[in-house]
C-alpha cells in the first residue's frame, strides 16, 4: 500500500512576514489597498477628528476603510468579526498593518460616516470615470428590499400599538388570576416558575409599547392616513417582497450599462417605489456635476424603470424635463406577443376557479354582460335587461356607459350571491362599459409612454434593463451576502448600504481598470 506523509492543518507556526509582501498584484486586495493609498482623497475624515493637541492618536481612516472593505468583499459584517480578523488573517493583518482596532472603534465608524462615506463614494465613482468604465449611454434605476434590525412584529399604528398592548395585559392578568387560584404543589410549582418568566417577558414588551406610545406619534401616509409605525426602527417600513412580508429598507441604485458600475445609490425606508424615481434622478445628476461634467447626463443618455417606478407624474416629469425614459407599466408585459400565449401560476389558478364557479373570482364579471347595439341598455346573466344610468362618465380619464339592474329583478334573482359583490347590503348590480377617451381629451403622459415602450425601439432599449439592473444586486447579495441589514435608522443603513455599492465599484475597477485587469 501506499504510504503519504502525515499533515495536520489545525498547528500553528511561527514565521517571519513582510506584510506588503503579503498583498500580491492581480487581488481585489491589492486593488484595494493601491487605491486608498494613492487615488482616493480621504481627507474628508479629517474632521472627524479632534487630537492634534490633545487626545490619543486615532487610527488612520485609511486603516479602517481596507478592512472594512475588504470584510465586506468577503462577506463579514460583524465588528467583532472584523476585529478578529485583524488578529488571525494574514491579509487583515497586511491591509491593517498589523493594528488591532477594537470593535467598538470598527461599529463606531460605520453607524457615523455617512457624510464621509457619501463623499467616498464620489471618489470611488471618479476613479471609475477616469478609467473609462461608464459609458453614460443608458442607466437603469432598480431597488432591493432587504430586512433590517428590527422585526415587524413591533410594526403597526398607534390604535393597533394600543391593541396590542392591552391583548397583552390581559393575559398578564389571567396568568395571575390563574396562579392565584391554582393548588401550589410540587407539581405545578415548575409549570408556575415558568409562566412567571413568560409574564415578566410580556411585562418588558407591556412597558416597551407604552414608552412608544407615550413619546411618539403615527407616521403620515401620503393619503394623510396614518401608516404603520416601527418601534424599534421608526424609520424603516414594512414592506412586501417575493419571500413575504418584512420590516426593513428599500436600497435602491442607477446602474451604468458599460460595466455595471453604480453611479447613484441610497436606501429609502418606504414601501412603495412610485416616489423614488425623481430622487435618484436627481442624485445622479448631482453625483456627475461633482465629477465635474458640465452638461447634463441625462441630455444624451437613455433611462430605463421597471413599473415599480411607474406613475403619471414620474413619467411627467421625464417628458417634461427631455429625458429619454422607458418605464414600464404594469400591463406592459401583457401587450408583449411573445407572452400572450405564457400561462403562469395566477391564469392557471383563476382558470380551475372559473371552471369551479364559472368565474374567475366567484363573481359574475363586465364581460358576462352584453351591451345592445345602440347602448341604452345591457343583458345581465339571468337575461334581464339593465338600463344606462349614465353616458358621460369620465373615469380615469377614459368614458364609460353606466348602466344598472332593477331592485325588483336584483332581489329575487338566483344569482344574486354571484352577481353581487356585498349581497347582504347591496340592492342592485351596476356595470361599467369603458369606449376610450372622450374627443378632444389630450393624451395622458401614462398614454404617451405606453406608446413609446411598446414600439420596436422602445421593447429593445427596454429588453437590457434586466440584464443592466439585476447583476449589481445578484453579485452584492449572492458573492458579497449580504441578505439584510445590521444597522438601525435611515442615517446608518444607507451607510452600510454605500459601503457595499463601493466594494462593488471597486470589483469593477479590478476586473476591468486599466493596470487591474
Not at 74 to 102: W, Y
Not at 452 to 480: C, Q, V, W
Amino acid at each position: 500500500m501506499a504510504r503519504y506523509k502525515e499533515y495536520d492543518y489545525s498547528q500553528g507556526k511561527f514565521i517571519p512576514i513582510h506584510f506588503d509582501k503579503q498583498i500580491l498584484p492581480g487581488t481585489f486586495e491589492y486593488t484595494l489597498n493601491y487605491l486608498i493609498d494613492h487615488e482616493i482623497d480621504l481627507s474628508i475624515f479629517d474632521s472627524r477628528y479632534n487630537n492634534d493637541q490633545t487626545g490619543a492618536p486615532a487610527y488612520d481612516p485609511a486603516i479602517i476603510l481596507k478592512i472594512v472593505l475588504y470584510a465586506y468583499s468577503r462577506g463579514i459584517t460583524r465588528s467583532r468579526q472584523i476585529a478578529q480578523c485583524c488578529k488571525e488573517n494574514v491579509i487583515f493583518m497586511a491591509l491593517s498593518a498589523d493594528t488591532h482596532p477594537h470593535f467598538t472603534t470598527i461599529a463606531d465608524f460605520i453607524s457615523t460616516a455617512n457624510e464621509e462615506v457619501i463623499r467616498l463614494f464620489l471618489e470611488v465613482l471618479m476613479v471609475c470615470d477616469e478609467m473609462g468604465l461608464i459609458g453614460k449611454e443608458m442607466f437603469a434605476v432598480d431597488g432591493c428590499k432587504m430586512p433590517s434590525n428590527a422585526s415587524k412584529e413591533w410594526s403597526g399604528t398607534k390604535e393597533e400599538l394600543q391593541k396590542k398592548k392591552e391583548k397583552m395585559e390581559k393575559a398578564v392578568r389571567q396568568i395571575i388570576k390563574r396562579h392565584r387560584e391554582m393548588d401550589v404543589s410540587e407539581a405545578n410549582r415548575e409549570v408556575v416558575e415558568q409562566e412567571s418568566r413568560y409574564v415578566d417577558t410580556i411585562k418588558k414588551k407591556v412597558k416597551k409599547i407604552k414608552q412608544w406610545l407615550k413619546e411618539n406619534d403615527d407616521k403620515p401616509g401620503k393619503s394623510g392616513k396614518p401608516i404603520k409605525s416601527n418601534i424599534t426602527d421608526n424609520e424603516s417600513a414594512k414592506m412586501k417582497t417575493s419571500h413575504g412580508v418584512i420590516q426593513g429598507y428599500d436600497g435602491v441604485v442607477v446602474v451604468d450599462d458599460k460595466h455595471h458600475v453604480i453611479v447613484h445609490a441610497e436606501a429609502f425606508g418606504v414601501a412603495q417605489e412610485h416616489d423614488l424615481l425623481e430622487p435618484m434622478v436627481e442624485g445622479t445628476r448631482e453625483n456627475f456635476k461633482a465629477l465635474g461634467s458640465e452638461e447634463d447626463v441625462f441630455e444624451k443618455a437613455k433611462l430605463v424603470a421597471d413599473s415599480g417606478f411607474h406613475t403619471e407624474d414620474n413619467v411627467k416629469m421625464l417628458m417634461e424635463e427631455e429625458i429619454d425614459g422607458y418605464v414600464a407599466d404594469t400591463q406592459f408585459r401583457k401587450r408583449d406577443p411573445r407572452f400572450a400565449e405564457v400561462e403562469k401560476y395566477k391564469d392557471r389558478f383563476n382558470k380551475e376557479r372559473a371552471e369551479y364557479y364559472g368565474t374567475t373570482t366567484g363573481k359574475y364579471q363586465v364581460k358576462d354582460f352584453s351591451m345592445s347595439e345602440d347602448k341604452t341598455h345591457c343583458i345581465c346573466p339571468a337575461g334581464k335587461r339593465m338600463y344606462r344610468t349614465g353616458s358621460n362618465i369620465i373615469m380615469d380619464g377614459k368614458r364609460a356607459y353606466k348602466f344598472g339592474g332593477r331592485k325588483t329583478d336584483c332581489r329575487a334573482c338566483e344569482y344574486r350571491e354571484k352577481c353581487l359583490r356585498h349581497p347582504e347590503h347591496q340592492e342592485y348590480r351596476q356595470v361599467y362599459f369603458f369606449v376610450g377617451r372622450p374627443e378632444g381629451t389630450p393624451e395622458s403622459f401614462t398614454q404617451k409612454m405606453k406608446r413609446k415602450i411598446d414600439s420596436i425601439k422602445g421593447r429593445l432599449i427596454y429588453n437590457r434593463r434586466l440584464g443592466t439592473a439585476e447583476p449589481p444586486f445578484a453579485h452584492i447579495r449572492s458573492m458579497l451576502r449580504l441578505d439584510r441589514f445590521s444597522l438601525r435608522g435611515k442615517r446608518k443603513v444607507n451607510t452600510q448600504w454605500l459601503l457595499y455599492c463601493i466594494v462593488h465599484n471597486l470589483t469593477k475597477v479590478h476586473r476591468y481598470g486599466e493596470g487591474f485587469a
